[in-house]
């Protein structure tokens, strides 16, 4: 009896908590049906983000929405003592010349215990006011939560797929052609590149987003069995 209780005490706690929940997230697939479903996670939140004023509110959706801590609130460990030049084509779209001082941040974001993605930032400390720097240079503060005061505006200049779940010529293939296993989901899935305005239209920033696996680690409804992993396998003569 005693073994009984506990069960149900850890079954009480697991639902209650959408981070335990998470935690406990089913492998993805790897059939048809599993990587077709997998794209469709990935170009919604890609739509989301691309149609976003700021990465990081669409991030804490993204975690509320799918139940993925108890608390969905972004955290953005800073990785101090990291450098990486600007390049002359950032300092043209931030408008500012070879000599003008650029600020380098990388930062990891996470919810709970997911991490989502990792972001580059080159910004201009000019044209943010001494608490945004503060912020940005001593506390793991998102770049975004930061400088929300800005009235900030984002032009992506590049949105990329950095893996495709579906292979190529897969509209051509049988579907029935799977391995019927786990499906490998590689560390990071798509990225993207913009730049930040001001509500003046100051371009004062140019961030590069790469979104991980993580954003897939989230507590799935049951699915029926695909077809081709529980066919029996053919009789031998």
Same mark, same amino acid.
């Given at each position: 009896?005693?073994?009984?209780?506990?069960?149900?005490?850890?079954?009480?706690?697991?639902?209650?908590?959408?981070?335990?929940?998470?935690?406990?997230?089913?492998?993805?697939?790897?059939?048809?049906?599993?990587?077709?479903?997998?794209? &469709?996670?990935?170009?919604?939140?890609?739509?989301?983000?691309?149609?976003?004023?700021?990465?990081?509110?669409?991030?804490?959706?993204?975690? &509320?929405?799918?139940?993925? @801590?108890?608390?969905?609130?972004? @955290?953005?460990?800073?990785?101090?003592?990291?450098?990486?030049?600007?390049?002359?084509?950032?300092?043209?779209?931030?408008?500012?010349?070879?000599?003008?001082?650029?600020?380098?941040?990388?930062?990891?974001?996470?919810?709970?215990?997911?991490?989502?993605?990792?972001?580059?930032?080159?910004?201009?400390?000019?044209?943010?006011?001494?608490?945004?720097?503060?912020?940005?240079?001593?506390?793991?503060?998102?770049?975004?939560? @930061?400088?929300? @005061?800005?009235?900030?505006?984002?032009?992506?200049?590049?949105?990329?797929?950095?893996?495709?779940?579906?292979?190529?010529?897969?509209?051509?293939?049988?579907?029935?052609?799977?391995?019927?296993?786990?499906?490998?989901?590689?560390?990071?899935?798509?990225?993207?590149?913009?730049?930040?305005?001001? &509500?003046?239209?100051?371009?004062?920033?140019?961030?590069?987003?790469?979104?991980?696996?993580?954003?897939?680690?989230?507590?799935?409804?049951?699915?029926?069995?695909?077809?081709?992993?529980? &066919?029996?396998?053919?009789?031998?003569?």
């Amino acid at each position: 009896m005693r073994a009984v209780a506990i069960l149900a005490v850890t079954l009480l706690a697991l639902m209650g908590n959408p981070s335990a929940r998470a935690q406990t997230a089913a492998p993805w697939p790897d059939t048809y049906l599993g990587r077709v479903e997998v794209l &469709a996670v990935m170009e919604g939140l890609n739509a989301r983000l691309l149609a976003s004023r700021s990465a990081t509110a669409t991030l804490e959706a993204w975690c &509320a929405d799918h139940g993925m @801590a108890a608390t969905p609130r972004l @955290a953005a460990h800073l990785q101090r003592a990291v450098d990486k030049p600007a390049s002359q084509e950032t300092r043209q779209r931030l408008s500012v010349g070879p000599d003008a001082i650029l600020k380098y941040r990388q930062v990891r974001l996470a919810c709970g215990d997911h991490v989502l993605s990792e972001a580059e930032n080159w910004y201009v400390p000019e044209r943010l006011t001494p608490e945004m720097n503060r912020l940005l240079e001593t506390t793991d503060t998102p770049f975004g939560r @930061a400088v929300q @005061a800005l009235g900030t505006t984002r032009q992506t200049i590049d949105a990329r797929f950095l893996w495709h779940p579906l292979p190529k010529g897969w509209d051509q293939a049988s579907p029935s052609a799977s391995s019927c296993g786990d499906l490998a989901i590689p560390g990071q899935l798509f990225q993207h590149r913009a730049v930040l305005f001001t &509500a003046e239209r100051a371009p004062f920033s140019e961030v590069v987003e790469t979104y991980g696996a993580a954003i897939l680690d989230f507590r799935r409804a049951a699915r029926a069995a695909d077809p081709a992993c529980s &066919a029996s396998p053919p009789s031998r003569p």
